[in-house]
């Protein structure tokens, strides 16, 4: 009899005590966190204890991003974004490769990914390029979404690239890990706005004619001596493209690796105090997430249909 | 007099802004070889793999379709045909019934004749035995009245005196009731 009563009914849950297991997880994370402040308050103090590197003005958080030559081959200079430049493009053709020669009809889950990047990207194309101009180009801008999206999504890899930093490991000078990528540099985005910009010129003369391009840069509709006032405008806006593309990728890219260094712990450095650094470290992992996960697809989307849009305009009539 | 130089102010940042010139050349050759190795042997192929999958998937949907339809009409047809079995089966039973109801009534009646005609041989046979049982008796009544009066008389009588002996001794005895009762105890045996 007691024995029944002990046992409970079979198939039915236990009755929960208090909090579920995800918000017990939550508050002893925060727990662990505020602690975390209070035990590094304890043992390095409130006062700040900046680095001589810091104090003396040598160290600068922005030195990460600076391309120092590591060796020249003639005229030809490697540095950190040269090196991210051949990981980006091993990966993207050694990928893309790898599926192309192994295409099945029942595909597994990288074929399904690459089939539907492939698809989306069409999609895309067809969408703001006539069935010519999509032909010509659907390459061009499917090329340009996976390579920026590899450069972005191997951005977030810590990686021993630091030279201006180095750690010794059994002896040996290591540069430090960091995470970096070539589109941090403005020269990677330029180049490849600049790109655009050129073909997109190029279409918009050639079917147009060179006086009717310049023409169809006004909207439809304006006349009188208001058009004196709107050219000028409709030009700059024009050549302000090459400056958002360039800028919205870079700047993008830049910000967030130098947010998620300060947030993972130079913000802590640079003020000399270590509690900052442990206090800091969640959103620096936050951001980290939201970056790599968010960020880098979509800036490598928004180039990318840019590109179709801005070549899609270019041959439209008014 | 020199810090602002010696001081190696990288913080100025101005390296942050100022584009390599070096990684743009970089960056537009290794792009260039991805988009012509991309354009030249992935794309295609990929975009071929796709296209043949669509096909197969439209060719599948349309076999499918027409196996629908082809399996439909098997279907119906089927369903007509054991429509029509069905009824046949029950026009079949229904004969059965009406021939077996028919057999069945024949052969009542044709009992009912039999024992009919059973029953009126029997009737005849009854009366017919009858018949001679009487008309033995009658012999036998005959003789012994002959025998009787002859030992009475202690003469023999004639032939005339016989006859007219047996007609008076017949005359006075009532064979009717004999008649009428025997056919009807051997109908009940």
Redesign the interface.
């Known amino acids: 009899m007691s024995a029944m009563a002990a046992a409970p009914p079979a198939g039915l849950p236990t009755p929960e005590h208090g909090m579920s297991k995800g918000r017990k997880a939550l508050l002893s994370l925060v727990g662990v966190w505020i602690g975390g402040v209070v035990v590094f308050i304890i043992l390095f103090g409130f006062k700040s204890h900046k680095a001589p590197a810091v104090v ?3 160290f ?1 958080p ?2 990460e ?3 120092d030559t590591w060796f020249k081959l003639g005229p ?2 490697f ?1 950190k ?2 090196l991210y ?2 990981i ?2 091993a990966i ?2 050694g990928l ?2 790898y ?3 192994r ?1 099945k ?1 029942r595909p597994g889950r990288l074929q399904v990914a ?2 539907m990047f ?2 989306f990207t ?1 999609g895309m194309s067809k969408e703001n390029l006539d069935n010519d101009m999509q032909r010509k180009y ?3 801008i ?2 340009i979404f ?2 920026i999206l590899v450069s972005n999504l191997i951005g977030y890899i810590p990686l021993p690239v630091d030279s201006g930093e180095t750690f010794k490991l059994f002896g040996a000078s290591i540069p430090s890990f960091q995470i970096y990528a ?1 589109d941090t ?4 985005p ?3 706005a600049l ?1 655009v910009f050129v073909l997109f010129t190029y279409e918009g003369v050639r079917h147009h004619g060179p006086i009717g391009y310049v023409k169809s840069l006004m909207p439809g509709g304006i006349k009188g001596p208001i058009v004196g006032l709107i050219f000028p405008i409709e030009i700059l806006s024009n050549f302000l493209r090459l400056v958002s593309l360039t800028v919205r990728l870079w700047a993008n890219l ?1 910000a967030g690796h130098m947010l998620i260094a300060f947030m993972g712990g130079e913000l802590g450095v640079l003020v000399g105090d270590q509690w900052v650094q442990w206090l800091l470290l969640p959103f620096g992992v936050a951001i980290y997430l939201f970056e790599a996960v968010l960020i880098a697809g979509l800036q490598a989307f928004i180039f990318a249909i840019l590109t179709a849009i801005y070549l899609g305009g270019a041959v439209e009539s008014h | 007099m020199l810090p602002a130089t010696t001081v190696p102010l990288a913080s100025s940042g101005s390296f942050l802004i100022s584009p390599n010139v070096g990684l743009m050349i970089w960056t537009i050759v290794v792009f260039l070889i991805s988009l012509f190795i991309l354009r030249k042997w992935v794309f295609p192929l990929i975009g071929e793999a796709l296209d043949k999958r669509a096909e197969t998937i439209a060719g599948d949907i349309d076999a499918a379709a027409a196996l629908r339809k082809d399996s439909e009409k098997l279907l119906a047809e089927y369903r007509e045909r054991l429509h029509e079995a069905r009824g046949q089966a029950d026009e079949i039973v229904k004969r059965a019934r009406t021939t077996a109801d028919a057999h069945e009534q024949e052969a009542r009646t044709h009992a009912q004749e039999l024992t009919a005609e059973g029953k009126a041989r029997a009737e005849r046979e009854i009366a017919e035995a009858t018949r001679r049982a009487l008309a033995e008796i009658r012999d036998e009544v005959a003789k012994l009245t002959i025998l009787a009066a002859e030992k009475v008389t202690r003469k023999s009588l004639d032939e005339s005196d016989q006859r007219r002996l047996v007609e008076e001794a017949l005359g006075e005895l009532d064979f009717s009731a004999i008649a009428s009762t025997a056919p009807t105890d051997a109908a009940n045996n």
């Open positions: 003396s003005g040598v600068s922005t030195d991003f600076k391309l030809v200079a540095n974004g040269v430049l051949l980006t493009v993207t053709i893309m490769a599926i192309a020669r295409l009809q690459v089939e492939y698809n069409r659907f390459p061009l499917a090329t996976v390579f070539a540099n403005v020269a990677f330029l180049i490849l790109g830049l």
